[in-house]
């Protein structure tokens, strides 16, 4: 199931529960929504803590216990798949108003004395499939994993804790939009009209596809340099050298281009 | 001090005391237990310019050699028996042309908590003869002094073993440690400790260096070095392009010998750009808006350098004028055949008969 907003820049997916729901439904929205600069998976679940959270990986750690919390948003800064072993770390890159923690996930409920695994631990069944189906498609400074614990708590008290924490999540939520804007304008390096324009000189040029790659960098670099690449161009225009004859011809002019 | 937001630790380390001081130094940071660095490290398609934003330190042991010959396209200043550690990989500057970015898929900080081990190694090697050691290549040591201290331990294994010298690589503008280096060195001990300086014309660093110290903090903290008795290498190595590039290098060189005079300098060596061609790929995906990654550089046998004589022009142009206040046999140009006189682009084999993608570590940093 599925919800966009109306400016198409937010879709939420829900996924059902489990490893396999999870993963078939990230996969599935990635490929065929695509992925683009600028894209963030944030992932929202809820999960059931093994004991009183004490922060898994600080056995040893002259550092004192952080403090204890029956509920609330958690983010997740290390992902165990508890099923085949593997752990997963996304980046934690951005300042956000959530403690961290360890996420255990797996496909059946593992009792804290069984499995080892500290008190601390917040279990889910879903977190870690997601990261990894996630990773075909994202690097792991674009996924963000956050649980709600909610130890026992009614729907009432589930509703009071959203209240809550809703400042807190549209904080979020307007950073990483933000951040995506921010993205998605620094990505193009040339504009729909510049990249029409390429296109035109490529062909002008008999262009094979290696001199098409050597032509953009070319471009790419007058352009981030500050040079007025269409000037230099225009002018061969102008001078009855472009369009040329054929590709050796190109490729002469292309070099006399390049040199200093 | 820079402090750390999450600090990744092998499972290994957790609890080791000699760790404590270093993690004293970041009580905020967060402690992320790891089963080994290269699941951190090596994660794919890291984004190497979101996470210099917001750097993070993984802790780790590495395991086997720690100590590498070096490789003979690198410039090895005539010595003989060159080596080279790296206990760190990654810096906290932030250089657009580091061959660093296409070399390592993260960009965060490693530290290899291995120097028992590598002293170890150091010591047998010493049996056999004398010993140079760069050990600041895939990092900048003097930069990370504050936080690490690594330096200082160096200097202490330095003075216990006559064999050995050092050199140190960086862009630090930092002066406050050669004081305490040069504390627990002997005047002959020190002479044994070179500090390497890699220069570039202000308009350079402010453009392409970012969070290096100054031209000027550089060369104070070069003078600092030499006032208490450390020889001071000059690198203008990589050399790198701009639109008054001439005008640009003879500037830094006016400066350079307003600070110094020839006698003061060990020696220098000059280089233009370069890099591998698999490197630049990287380094252009990881930074495509960057007018020096993206400047088209000629391909030659999977080096990529300056085309059609630009580089050779560059580095004759510095030669000249460097000629003119050092003496020739004080000047390392690079050679990209190295020792072997082998013609660029042609890999060096290593031991196991593979060949190897030329390693421009410590050609330049």
Redesign the interface.
């Known amino acids: 199931m599925q919800f966009q907003d109306r400016e198409g820049k937010l879709l939420l997916s829900l996924s059902g529960s489990g490893q396999i729901a999870a993963a078939s439904a990230v996969s599935s929205v990635l490929s065929s929504e695509g992925v683009s600069c600028g894209d963030f998976l944030l992932s929202f679940g809820s999960a059931r803590r093994l004991g009183s959270f004490r922060g898994?990986?600080?056995?040893?750690?002259?550092?004192s216990p952080e403090r204890k919390r029956e509920s609330g948003f958690f983010l997740l800064?290390?992902l165990v798949n508890l099923d085949s072993g593997r752990?997963f770390?996304p980046?934690?890159?951005y300042d956000l108003p959530f403690p961290?923690c360890?996420g255990f996930s797996g496909e059946r409920f593992y009792a804290g004395e069984e499995s080892g695994i500290s008190e601390d631990a917040l279990f889910d069944r879903e977190s870690a499939a997601i990261y990894e189906a996630g990773?075909y498609y994202?690097?792991?400074?674009?996924m963000l994993f956050l649980r709600l614990l909610q130890e026992d708590a009614g729907e009432e008290q589930r509703n009071a804790l959203f209240t809550e924490q809703e400042p807190a999540l549209s904080s979020l939520i307007g950073q990483l939009q933000g951040l995506s804007e921010e993205l998605r304008s620094?990505a193009a390096?040339f504009s729909e009209e510049e990249e029409a324009e390429i296109g035109k000189l490529s062909a002008a040029l008999h262009c094979s596809l290696s001199m098409d790659g050597?032509l953009r960098?070319?471009l790419?670099?007058q352009k981030?340099?500050g040079e007025d690449w269409r000037e230099y161009w225009n002018a061969l225009y102008r001078l009855g050298e472009l369009p040329c004859r054929d590709k050796k011809e190109g490729k002469r002019i292309l070099e006399r281009a390049?040199?200093? | 001090m820079r402090g750390f937001?999450?600090i990744?630790i092998e499972k290994e380390l957790?609890?080791d005391p000699e760790l404590?001081p270093l993690?004293?130094r970041f009580p905020d940071a967060?402690?992320?237990?790891?089963?080994h660095y290269k699941?951190?490290f090596n994660?794919?398609?890291?984004?190497r310019e979101?996470?210099q934003?917001?750097q993070?330190l993984i802790l780790a042991r590495k395991r086997g050699r720690l100590i590498y010959p070096g490789a003979p396209v690198c410039q090895s200043f005539g010595e003989e028996n060159f080596f080279y550690s790296s206990l760190v990989m990654n810096c906290i500057y932030d250089c657009e042309y580091c061959y660093l970015k296409g070399m390592y898929p993260s960009g965060n900080l490693l530290l290899f908590w291995n120097l028992p081990e590598l002293f170890s190694e150091l010591r047998e090697l010493l049996r056999k003869g004398t010993v140079y050691l760069c050990v600041s290549y895939d990092t900048d040591l003097l930069a990370l002094e504050g936080l690490f201290h690594l330096l200082l331990r160096f200097t202490d294994f330095l003075r216990e073993e006559p064999g050995l010298r050092i050199e140190v690589r960086t862009k630090s503008g930092n002066r406050n440690f050669f004081k305490d280096f040069a504390g627990r060195l002997s005047k002959e001990d020190r002479e044994r400790m070179i500090f390497a300086f890699t220069l570039s014309p202000e308009r350079i660093i402010r453009s392409f260096e970012k969070r290096t110290g100054s031209l000027r903090a550089r060369l104070e903290s070069a003078e600092e070095a030499h006032a208490l008795g450390f020889p001071i290498r000059l690198c203008f190595d990589p050399m790198i392009y701009c639109a008054d590039w001439e005008q640009a290098y003879l500037e830094l060189l006016h400066q350079v010998f307003r600070t110094f005079s020839p006698e003061e300098i060990r020696d220098v060596s000059v280089g233009s750009f370069r890099i591998s061609g698999a490197y630049l790929r990287e380094l252009r995906r990881a930074l495509?808006?960057?007018?020096i990654a993206?400047?088209?550089y000629e391909n030659d046998g999977g080096v990529c350098h300056?085309?059609?004589g630009?580089g050779e022009r560059m580095e004759d142009f510095l030669l000249k004028e460097l000629g003119k206040w050092i003496p020739e046999e004080r000047i390392f140009r690079w050679n990209p055949a190295g020792s072997s006189g082998k013609a660029p682009g042609i890999p060096n084999l290593k031991e196991n008969g593979k060949e190897a993608e030329i390693d421009f570590r410590g050609a330049f940093s």
């Not at chain 1, 898994?56 to 550092?63: A, L, P, V």
């Not at chain 2, 967060?30 to 089963?35: A, C, G, R, T, Y």
């Not at chain 2, 994660?43 to 984004?47: E, H, I, K, V, Y």
């Open positions: 898994e990986g600080m056995r040893g750690s002259f550092r800064n290390k752990s770390y980046d934690m890159l961290e360890t990773s994202l690097s792991p400074d674009r620094r390096l050597r960098q070319l790419l670099y981030l340099s390049l040199s200093f | 937001s999450h990744y957790i609890g404590d993690l004293r967060k402690l992320v237990e790891i089963s699941d951190v994660r794919r398609r890291q984004n979101m996470q934003r917001s993070k495509p808006r960057s007018v993206q400047f088209p300056y085309g059609r630009l």
